[in-house]
């Protein structure tokens, strides 16, 4: 197979400064810094408006797209060239930093589409676990939450510094 890329076309720096650091299966690939330029904190003042293009040979990656500075930036979208996209049936969303780690975890196949327009039985997901790591070592609460009528649905404590969580 042929040389594949990886295109994230970074817009806007809020206030401050943001550094966009991308790693490929947990190896630091790339650490470029975003200063703000513009000083508007706009989030699609397009202040780079540039295409940050990632390489990749034949084989398979994981890609971690992070921000290791206090601000935020944006980016307009990502495309994969010459790339095979294995579909999992869960999404992972997710903002963390050091003390705490926000998921939005959810099947890929109940959308509006699927249970509005198909009305189609979609298959409850079981024995999914997905692991944090990097979080300092405490105490913490979590908690599941119940999407759809914003109820708490379970909570536990945790005093691993990795904490894996398990939905059954």
């Given at each position: 197979?042929d ?39 706009d ?14 040979g ?104 990795t ?6």
């Open positions: 197979m040389k594949g890329k990886m295109i994230l076309h970074a817009n806007s720096v809020g206030k401050g400064s943001a550094q966009l650091v991308i790693y490929v299966n947990n190896s630091k690939h790339l650490d470029m810094p975003l200063p703000d330029k513009d000083s508007k904190g989030e699609v003042a397009n202040e780079y408006n540039i295409d940050v293009v990632l390489e990749l034949p084989g398979s990656y994981e890609i971690k797209i992070d921000n290791d500075e206090v601000n935020w930036f944006t980016w307009d979208y990502i495309v994969f060239e010459n790339a095979v996209y294995a579909k999992a049936k869960v999404q992972v969303i997710g903002l963390s930093n050091k003390t705490f780690a926000m998921l939005w975890i959810r099947n890929r196949d109940y959308n509006w589409w699927n249970i509005v327009v198909a009305d189609r039985d979609v298959e409850t997901l079981k024995n999914v676990t997905i692991e944090l790591i990097g979080l300092e070592e405490g105490k913490y609460v979590v908690e599941f939450w119940n999407t759809t009528t914003g109820e708490i649905v379970q909570m536990q404590k945790s005093l691993l510094q904490i894996k969580l398990r939905y059954v």
